[in-house]
């Protein structure tokens, strides 16, 4: 079977359309990129280049995980976040938008109070991490650990790809683990829906991201307490800790910065003006 880019390009867009996949036009496009690995200019400009079976077929399976529900991101192995390319599988959650705010305050606290040594606290994919690497203009350090080992697996990769610095580690283990290391900067995306909230998330996270990934106990909070109690040991003095919340949960965040004794607590707002992030300096 022989097809040009601009048959395949049309059945994907059509089958998509027709299961009312949203922007049909612009997952086509990202299908096409993936399995002929071409530029989407070349695509445009090539629209006569013709596809042998081997890859219509891959194309058409694709197309049907799309329709059956599956993010693309999982389909393509591969999410953006902070305009670099990550690996990505259903071993870890895609990344998003909103965590980006994590990176930018990072970064600002990387400038203002010279850090040089970082741990990444439930990694997952590593995107947060690698990001914040990558944007800082100075040497630092940057530690990656994730009770997953499968999660663990995705950072590596992606770690490969971006870290040429051999001594940045991962750890397998439940967030700091029996280290008795100390970092000037602690960052963590952590589970945080509650039970009662993950029933209610989009079918496509219900069915395919992993679910330890997201819910913790409390009503969302017991994670993120835990991260912030166990923190003291791990901060050195005048070291931040940065945590990214849920939506209502900044305030409460908050307060257990405060009853804990942490300075400067701040909280950032995502792009959709949602409170997502809460900070505090350890000033003991």
């Known amino acids: 079977m022989i097809l040009t880019l601009k048959n ?43 596809i042998y079976s081997k890859k219509i077929n891959l194309i058409r399976s694709l197309t049907k995980r799309i329709i059956d529900g599956e993010p693309i991101q999982y389909v393509t192995r591969h999410a953006f976040f902070y305009s670099l390319k990550f690996y990505v ?16 305050l990072a970064l600002k606290l990387l400038k203002s109070n010279r850090y040089k040594e970082v741990l990444d606290l439930c990694c997952g994919s590593g995107c947060l991490g690698i990001a914040i690497y990558k944007n800082y203009k100075k040497k630092i350090r940057i530690d990656f650990s994730d009770i997953s080992k499968k999660s663990i697996s995705v950072c590596l990769k992606n ?11 991962t750890y397998v283990r439940d967030l700091y683990g029996e280290s008795s290391k100390k970092y000037d900067l602690i960052i963590s995306n952590p589970p945080y829906v ?6 209610k998330l989009d079918k496509k996270v219900l069915n395919f991201e992993p679910r330890n990934a997201l819910i913790s106990k409390d009503n969302g909070f017991h994670i993120t307490k835990k991260i912030i109690k166990l923190s003291i040991k791990y901060l050195n003095k005048n070291g931040s800790l940065i945590v990214e919340v849920g939506k209502g949960q900044a305030q409460r965040t908050k307060k257990i910065f405060s009853s804990l004794g942490f300075d400067d607590i701040v909280v950032s707002k995502d792009l959709n003006r949602t409170n997502r992030v809460v900070a505090g300096k350890w000033t003991k």
């Open 194 to 199: 509650s039970k009662k909230e993950y029933i």
């Open 89 to 104: 599988n259903k071993n870890v959650l895609i990344p998003r938008p909103e965590s980006e705010t994590v990176v930018d």
């Open 159 to 169: 770690m490969k790809n971006y870290i040429k610095n051999k001594s940045c580690t």
């Open 8 to 50: 395949i390009y049309n059945e994907v867009v059509c089958k998509l359309r027709a299961n009312n996949i949203e922007v049909p036009q612009l997952e086509a496009q990202i299908i096409l990129e993936y399995v002929t690995n071409l530029k989407l200019e070349k695509i445009y400009t090539n629209p006569h280049k013709k």
